[in-house]
């Protein structure tokens, strides 16, 4: 891992940038009247305004640093030569951007990889702690433009919302917590989804799903919800949303104390991790 290199806090200046660029893109189509095509199922959708805020955030990154690399959902991947490479979804939370609900995102997350092409490849590995498989994200945002709340945070110095610093829940009471899920899109994932969260709905306080899983680990952060899980992210859906988590004291991880990633995602402040691991455990959550 490199232990010197590109400084991160230019690096998120430069991601903000790009995030915010973004969402006045995404804002300027209030109609929502959107050409739409579909990716792994029919409900798994990709807009034209995906493709052309991606296309934004790519040109903006690679115009100031054009040795980077990228991994980007709608398909801007490129090995990069700099030892740094961008991780993007230019809409995490594309069906609500659909609808008109304001819980969407723009998530970018900054990783420092190691030099040589192995490191640099343009797959999106699993999401570590701290790292997507490929690196480790030092920086990252999540910028809602519905609101204009943005998320940062650079690792080892804390995480903010519109420069305010946020620190998660100290519930630790597990019938008393609020926890966000998420659901893929495949209809036999939901099914296991679902008897998951029949099991776990009758031991907590209440369950929200609010469509963005960047959001969700931005509402962890700032002590909005009392935990999160989810199985089936990407490393564009979880890279920033997990620094900006992790920063603001949560552990983020999956089951056993493996590293968080497709196969589950779960986030919660320490007082609660324990519990909800716990109970989540038994059930299989990272199984289909
Ligand atoms: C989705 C959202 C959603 C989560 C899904 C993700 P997308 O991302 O984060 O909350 O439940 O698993 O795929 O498709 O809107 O970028």
Sequence with gaps: MPSSGPDPRGLLDLAVAAAHAAGRLLEARPDRALTVDTKSTATDVVTEMDT????????????????????????????????VRWV??????????????????VSIAVELVSPGPAAQHTGAGHTGAGHTGAGEVVAGVVHQPATGATYTAVRG????????????????DLGQALVATGFGYAAGRRARQAEVLRAVLPRVRDIRRFGSAALDLCLVASGQVDGYYERGLQPWDLAAGALVAREAGARVEGLHGGPPGE??????????????????????PDRD
């Design 52 to 83: 052309a805020a991606e296309r934004l955030i790519v040109e903006t990154l690679l115009t100031a640093r054009p040795d980077d690399g990228m991994l980007g959902e709608e398909g801007g991947r490129r090995p990069g030569r700099s030892g």
């Design 88 to 105: 993007v979804d230019p809409i995490d939370g594309t069906v609500n951007y659909l609808y008109g609900i304001p819980q969407y995102a």
């Design 157 to 172: 110095e804390g995480a903010f919302r519109d420069g305010r610093r946020l620190s998660v829940s100290g519930q630790g």
């Design 263 to 284: 196969r589950l995602v779960l986030a919660a402040g320490p007082a609660l991790f324990a519990a909800l691991h716990d109970l989540l455990a038994p059930l299989g």
